[in-house]
């Protein structure tokens, strides 16, 4: 199994960038999908997550209004639209991937079956 996360870089306040997770979980339609993130010296915060229909969404405090979540079963990708990015959006970000359950808890990282490697996003001027 492997999850690739990939679309980081350096963007200055009030920019805007898109994450791009490709999973390799079969069936992708059976997982519900999330993205983390962790700052240094800090722990791993979640972000948002998409249920394996793709038709509800699920969003962390920090980021809702700001950040969208959307995915594409058929390829298999996941995608994280960042915008009005502020420098306290610097961070690693990671996707991840949870099997189908009854009464999953989105926001918990231990939930979550499979991680790819992160992706770093910086903002800054």
């Known amino acids: 199994v492997q999850l690739q996360a990939s679309g980081g870089g350096l963007v200055q306040p009030g920019g805007s960038l898109r994450l791009t997770c490709v999973a390799s979980?079969?069936?992708?339609?059976?997982?519900?999908m999330a993205w983390f993130r962790q700052a240094p010296g800090k722990e791993r915060e979640f972000v948002a997550a998409i249920t394996r229909s793709r038709g509800y969404t699920n969003y962390g405090d920090s980021v809702k209004g700001r950040f969208t979540i959307s995915g594409e079963n058929l390829k298999k990708t996941v995608y994280l639209q960042m915008n009005s990015l502020i420098p306290e959006d610097t961070a690693a970000y990671y996707c991840?991937?949870?099997?189908?359950?009854?009464?999953?808890?989105?926001?918990?990282?231990?939930?979550?079956?499979?991680w790819g490697q992160g992706t770093q996003v910086t903002v800054s001027s």
């Open positions: 991840a991937a949870k099997y189908y359950s009854v009464g999953i808890k989105y926001r918990e990282a231990a939930t979550y079956d499979y």
């Open positions: 979980v079969h069936p992708f339609s059976s997982y519900t």
